[in-house]
């Protein structure tokens, strides 16, 4: 079992930044790919960022320059800077862990970029 908590999210202006994190607890944090997904009203959870066990990361293409994704192995966190935040990056933030056996969701944050 693995236990994920997010913190980090509020309300920011436009152009502004947050960073997101999630606190992993219950299992061996390393063999986990995390991933940062966001759902915003009417519209389907879709991901933002991934970071592998190996640490190699992926975006999506509307993120990419102007999110980061990181892990810090050591206390069990990963971590999503986000810069230059627009309107649209409005939505709930999930951290999701995924190992090829098992997969675990946390309760999400909200992040409101105002215009």
């Known amino acids: 079992q693995v236990q994920l908590v997010e913190s980090g999210g509020g309300l920011v202006q436009s152009g502004g930044s947050l960073r997101l994190s999630c606190a992993a607890s219950g299992s061996i944090f390393s063999r986990y790919n995390m991933g940062w997904y966001r759902q915003a009203p009417g519209k389907q959870r879709e991901l933002v960022a991934q970071i592998t066990s190996g640490g190699d990361t992926r975006y999506l293409d509307s993120v990419k320059g102007r999110f980061t994704i990181s892990r810090d192995n050591a206390r069990n966190t990963v971590y999503l800077q986000m810069n230059s935040l627009k309107p649209e990056d409005t939505a709930v933030y999930y951290c999701?862990?995924?190992?090829?056996?098992?997969?675990?969701w946390g309760q999400g944050t909200q992040v409101t970029v105002s215009s």
């Open positions: 999701n862990a995924d190992s090829r056996f098992d997969g675990y």
